[in-house]
């Protein structure tokens, strides 16, 4: 079993920065794709950022690209996740995810099998 736990959620202005953090532990942490996801209060959860294991390749979603970096750190086993130019459309409880792929990622959350908690971001002046 993978364990994951985020932090670094807040309450932020418009414009403001933010820098998400996931530290996994348990089993041999290798050869794992990871995620960031996001739900909003009564919307589906919803793809912002993917990182692969091997090449760092990443991919973000059209609302994120631009504003956010995914970056990962495989021998401290953290994800990061920062965020700037925050929007008030940004506000969501922010989810990390692992799955076990070591050369590609997956947009789609029901192919990720480790999730953490979550830490919530609110963008409100």
């Known amino acids: 079993q993978v364990q994951l736990v985020e932090s670094g959620g807040g309450l932020v202005q418009p414009g403001g920065s933010l820098r998400l953090s996931c530290v996994a532990s348990?089993?041999?942490?290798?050869?794992?794709?990871m995620a960031w996801f996001r739900q909003a209060p009564g919307m589906k959860r919803e793809f912002v950022a993917a990182?692969?294991?091997?090449?760092?390749?990443?991919d973000y979603s059209d609302t994120v690209n631009g504003r956010f970096t995914i970056s990962r750190d495989n021998a401290k086993k953290t994800l990061y996740l920062k965020m700037d130019s925050l929007k008030p459309e940004d506000t969501a409880v922010y989810y990390c995810?692992?799955?076990?792929?070591?050369?590609?990622?997956?947009?789609?959350?029901?192919?990720?099998?480790?999730w953490g908690r979550g830490t919530e971001v609110t963008v409100s002046s």
């Open positions: 990182i692969t294991w091997i090449s760092y390749t990443t």
């Open positions: 995810a692992a799955a076990i792929n070591s050369k590609n990622y997956y947009t789609d959350p029901e192919r990720y099998p480790y």
């Open positions: 348990g089993r041999t942490f290798s050869n794992y794709a």
